[in-house]
């Protein structure tokens, strides 16, 4: 098996992949890669924070989804009022250890430095409406893919 480009479809499967795999690069980022990578693995993490483009920021790495029956009416209500709190949010931010909250008022600490917002920084949104539609991106990255003799 050559080198070529890792794009898994779990995050867990990417420290995983970079373990069995020749020298290869991943598409994404998720803490199953720092892990390992503080582990020992041979893992070079690529930061686009210094872009004069500007780093990404991203909104999150999970999605919210509610129950048709709840437990209890206000439930859901309960919960994503804790998340969005200061305490939730160092709670997220710390136990995801890739995403800085865009709250100002949490500490930074528990952040990796490549993942902490810079002051100043240029920051690219990647959640906007006109960038949803990843069809585009999909055809480029395949064909990327198969120009290297690798599969999607």
Do not use: C
Not at 21 to 30: D, E, F, K, T, Y
Not at 46 to 72: C, I, M, N, Q, Y
């Amino acid at each position: 098996m050559g080198a070529g480009i890792f794009a898994p479809a779990l995050y867990r499967t990417s420290g995983d992949g970079f373990a069995r795999l020749p020298p290869s690069h991943r598409l994404g980022s998720s803490k199953a890669v720092f892990d390992p990578k503080a582990q020992g693995l041979p893992i070079n993490v690529f930061d686009t924070s210094g872009w004069k483009e500007g780093g990404a920021l991203e909104p999150g790495a999970f999605t919210l989804a509610w129950l048709d029956r709840s437990p209890h009416p206000n439930a859901s209500k309960v919960f994503i009022n804790w998340l969005l709190s200061r305490e939730g949010q160092m709670a997220v931010q710390r136990d995801g250890g890739v995403n800085d909250s865009l709250r100002v008022d949490i500490p930074k600490t528990d952040l990796r430095p490549m993942a902490r917002r810079k002051e100043g920084a240029k920051y690219m949104v990647t959640w906007k409406a006109e960038w949803m539609d990843a069809e585009p991106m999909q055809k480029v990255v395949n064909q990327a893919l198969a120009k290297i003799g690798s599969k999607p």
